[in-house]
């Protein structure tokens, strides 16, 4: 294995024939501040560069992030359109139903339960048909429950080739045995054969009427063309995947992009790390400052904008984030980069809460400068401020931002006024309610 120190790396001088092409020598002793800015590039959370709120704006957002976490709750915004409203402003929410529609998107699970473009499918396919794991004990109790309903899933299946896309709430429970959990899911048999088929690739999700899923018959689902596509090895698979990761981040360990993506599913990530970096595709970084044994990597073709940001061409923004967003889906990372300690409190009993049941972190350039505790009023289209948290009173003087940063997300709401309950007092003046 290479040492970071024994590389001979070249400085970016343009591309040819899709090839990053260098010519001088490059430090690869990364700052923490070029890694944090060249994270939120690379998230499109800056202002470097805009996309389009339209369509073809939402496909290349999804393509660059890799997934987009489906998240139903309510409080302010589904998580996905919150995704994407971070990056593109105000976008026409419709856009997504249509891509849906024409096939376009998909969803999977990635790193959770994800919107994907189509084009990514085939990275799946394995997967699927390699559930339920027979090696682990979840993956057994699933086969059997499966086997012990097997009239339930041919039921299913029959009803859906017979009517079309039909949600949930449309199939009887001919279940034999009950599904049996100490959680949501207890009784709950045909949602539960609906999700055990959805992981095995036999349906899909055709579209969402509000937070109702329709389910079809995956055949009904995928473009033609798939229907000629041989299953992709895996360690093909990984490669890629792994790459996308990568370019998502910025720079990251091992760790890091086991846990992003297809999280969880690389099984022989040592090995594709050496395939990637041995063809100079990914190379190694000194991240000044981690006590992380492990080596960091970044993606060649991100030495570019690696060398933009060095340049001094950051040109940073204030704004909010989901709690599921990916720039903090890893909470490790997100401590560890930005020494930003979050987690999502929707479980936590309301007495504990130390912050608020939906809580929105606010980022400011490459430092995360506070959090709101936010509830959107759909009927009288008011947005309620619970409360706002400052990270530090070093940020007493960027109350506007803040104050800008919530005029937006009411904009995209639809909310007509704008309500604060309680505020630092260094941000009274900045943070009033408006009608």
């Given at each position: 294995?290479?040492?970071?120190?024994?590389?001979s790396i070249l400085s970016i001088n343009g591309e040819k024939n899709g090839v990053v092409v260098l010519e001088k020598p490059?430090?690869?002793?990364?700052?923490?501040?070029?890694?944090?800015?060249?994270?939120?590039?690379?998230?499109?959370?800056?202002?470097?560069?805009?996309?389009?709120?339209?369509?073809?704006?939402?496909?290349?957002?999804?393509?660059?992030?890799?997934?987009?976490?489906?998240?139903?709750?309510?409080?302010?915004?589904?998580?996905?359109?919150?995704?994407?409203?971070?990056?593109?402003?105000?976008?026409?929410?419709?856009?997504?139903?249509?891509?849906?529609?024409?096939?376009?998107?998909?969803?999977?699970?990635?790193?959770?339960?994800?919107?994907?473009?189509?084009?990514?499918?085939?990275?799946?396919?394995?997967?699927?048909?390699?559930?339920?794991?027979?090696?682990?004990?979840?993956?057994?109790?699933?086969?059997?429950?499966?086997?012990?309903?097997?009239?339930?899933?041919?039921?299913?299946?029959?009803?859906?080739?017979?009517?079309?896309?039909?949600?949930?709430?449309?199939?009887?429970?001919?279940?034999?045995?009950?599904?049996?959990?100490?959680?949501?899911?207890?009784?709950?048999?045909?949602?539960?054969?609906?999700?055990?088929?959805?992981?095995?690739?036999?349906?899909?999700?055709?579209?969402?009427?509000?937070?109702?899923?329709?389910?079809?018959?995956?055949?009904?689902?995928?473009?033609?063309?798939?229907?000629?596509?041989?299953?992709?090895?895996?360690?093909?698979?990984?490669?890629?995947?792994?790459?996308?990761?990568?370019?998502?981040?910025?720079?990251?360990?091992?760790?890091?992009?086991?846990?992003?993506?297809?999280?969880?599913?690389?099984?022989?990530?040592?090995?594709?790390?050496?395939?990637?970096?041995?063809?100079?595709?990914?190379?190694?970084?000194?991240?000044?400052?981690?006590?992380?044994?492990?080596?960091?990597?970044?993606?060649?073709?991100?030495?570019?904008?690696?060398?933009?940001?060095?340049?001094?061409?950051?040109?940073?923004?204030?704004?909010?984030?989901?709690?599921?967003?990916?720039?903090?889906?890893?909470?490790?990372?997100?401590?560890?980069?930005?020494?930003?300690?979050?987690?999502?409190?929707?479980?936590?009993?309301?007495?504990?809460?130390?912050?608020?049941?939906?809580?929105?972190?606010?980022?400011?350039?490459?430092?995360?400068?506070?959090?709101?505790?936010?509830?959107?009023?759909?009927?009288?289209?008011?947005?309620?401020?619970n409360r706002v948290y400052a990270e530090s009173e070093k940020s007493a003087q960027l109350g506007d931002e803040v104050s800008?940063?919530?005029?937006?997300?009411?904009?995209?709401?639809?909310?007509?006024?704008?309500?604060?309950?309680?505020?630092?007092?260094?941000?009274?003046?900045?943070?009033?309610?408006?009608?």
């Open positions: 294995m290479r040492n970071w120190k024994d590389v490059i430090d690869l002793r990364i700052t923490p501040v070029e890694a944090r800015r060249l994270f939120i590039t690379k998230q499109r959370l800056d202002n470097s560069s805009k996309l389009e709120s339209g369509r073809r704006g939402i496909i290349q957002l999804i393509r660059e992030l890799g997934c987009v976490q489906i998240d139903p709750i309510s409080a302010v915004a589904p998580s996905q359109f919150l995704v994407l409203w971070s990056r593109l402003g105000n976008y026409d929410r419709s856009l997504i139903g249509e891509l849906y529609k024409d096939r376009t998107i998909f969803e999977y699970w990635a790193h959770q339960l994800s919107i994907l473009l189509m084009e990514d499918y085939p990275l799946f396919i394995s997967g699927m048909q390699n559930f339920p794991d027979p090696d682990s004990v979840w993956g057994r109790r699933v086969s059997k429950w499966l086997k012990d309903n097997s009239k339930l899933e041919k039921y299913v299946i029959s009803e859906l080739k017979k009517k079309g896309a039909l949600s949930s709430r449309e199939f009887e429970d001919k279940s034999e045995r009950h599904w049996s959990s100490s959680g949501w899911s207890n009784n709950r048999n045909v949602s539960r054969m609906l999700q055990f088929l959805f992981f095995q690739g036999k349906v899909m999700v055709s579209e969402r009427r509000g937070n109702v899923k329709m389910w079809d018959l995956a055949e009904r689902c995928l473009p033609m063309s798939f229907e000629t596509q041989g299953n992709l090895p895996q360690d093909k698979i990984e490669c890629i995947a792994v790459q996308r990761a990568l370019k998502a981040l910025g720079v990251a360990n091992r760790n890091q992009i086991r846990k992003h993506f297809l999280r969880g599913s690389y099984p022989n990530l040592n090995k594709t790390l050496d395939k990637l970096e041995s063809e100079s595709k990914i190379l190694r970084v000194e991240l000044n400052g981690s006590a992380a044994k492990q080596p960091w990597y970044i993606h060649r073709e991100d030495l570019p904008t690696l060398e933009k940001i060095r340049n001094g061409e950051w040109n940073p923004k204030t704004v909010l984030l989901s709690p599921f967003d990916n720039l903090i889906c890893d909470r490790g990372r997100t401590l560890d980069m930005f020494g930003f300690d979050y987690s999502i409190e929707i479980y936590v009993p309301q007495h504990l809460r130390k912050y608020g049941y939906y809580v929105l972190p606010i980022l400011h350039g490459d430092k995360f400068i506070a959090r709101i505790d936010p509830v959107f009023k759909k009927d009288s289209k008011q947005l309620i401020i800008n940063a919530v005029s937006d997300l009411a904009e995209f709401l639809g909310a007509t006024n704008v309500r604060y309950e309680k505020v630092p007092s260094f941000w009274k003046k900045s943070l009033k309610s408006k009608a």
